[in-house]
């Protein structure tokens, strides 16, 4: 825990560590010619078909204020961007059930409010998007991923059953 005390070191190895290889990835990964195509392709649908099949339910949970589209132009902005400056070109980026519920339930506080009703969703969310990437840099900044030796198996196993749990109601609700 020591690493959170002082701001952007964590960062700073990251980019000292990964620099030496980062025109190398590029460089062989272009060298491979056609071999590359296969595990590219692989990743293209694993990553798009769960984010247009989560999109429809998004898009059925939001009364269409968010849909495939939505979600497949962010996971692509997002996953380019990332393999660009991430250092990981391979990492599949994507939506995932807790982020629908998420997206579910701040459309229907949304709703029922009637300073900001349906008309204001999509503003209210970007600012609720501002903030968590604030937190998310913040964190970042004072290298707070350390702290994840703190926790033990039972709280990924917990993440993995609620998970479970979230995928079995949205199969029995239909």
Known sequence: MGNMRTAFEGMIKDIKGRSAFYKQDW?????????I??????????????VIA??????????????AVATLTSATSCGTIHSILG??????VGVAETTIIMYTYLYHFCKQRPDLGRELFLAWTAWVCVWTAMLLILLA???????????????GEGLGI????????EAIKG
């Open 37 to 50: 195509l296969a595990p590219t392709f692989y990743i293209f649908f694993a990553s798009a078909l769960p």
């Open 141 to 155: 900044i004072f290298n707070a991923c350390t702290i994840i030796t703190r926790f033990t198996r039972i709280a």
């Open 27 to 35: 460089t062989n990964g272009l060298r491979s010619g056609f071999r």
């Open 54 to 67: 989560f999109g429809e339910q998004l898009s059925r949970d939001t009364d269409d204020a968010l849909g």
């Open 87 to 92: 250092g990981q070109p391979l990492l599949i």
């Open 162 to 169: 609620l998970i479970t749990v979230l995928f079995l109601q």
